[in-house]
């Protein structure tokens, strides 16, 4: 089992979005819709009950103002850190708060499939 990454590690880290998520702006923000990945058993079950098919299912997201600015800042060269600190300068947070706002936000998109992490080489 890997070792999970130190607070300095996982700032390193550049988050990368899901190339298949479409965008589309609005008053509130950004509306991402993007791919769900269904489980081999869960979509064998709901073809054999209902006929349709899961393949292509996909779901919607409205981010805010302050979660649009993130998203538009994830260009696969920033850190999750120069990130943290462009949110913090464009919101007037401070540091720490800054820090939580966006990799809590990033671990929330990470486990809808909307972004990756890849450590810096």
Known sequence: MPQPLSRKEALECIPLQNPRTEEE???EGLLLTYPVEVKPFFHTLVKRVTGKDTSNIRRKIQLDQMGSSVWQLIDGQR???????????????????SEISVTSFLKE???RGLVAM???D
């Open 118 to 120: 890849k450590q810096k």
């Open 109 to 111: 998109l990470g486990k």
């Open 79 to 97: 850190s999750v850190r120069d990130i943290a600190t462009n949110f913090q300068h464009r919101h007037q947070l401070d540091n720490r708060e």
């Open 25 to 27: 702006e609005n008053q």
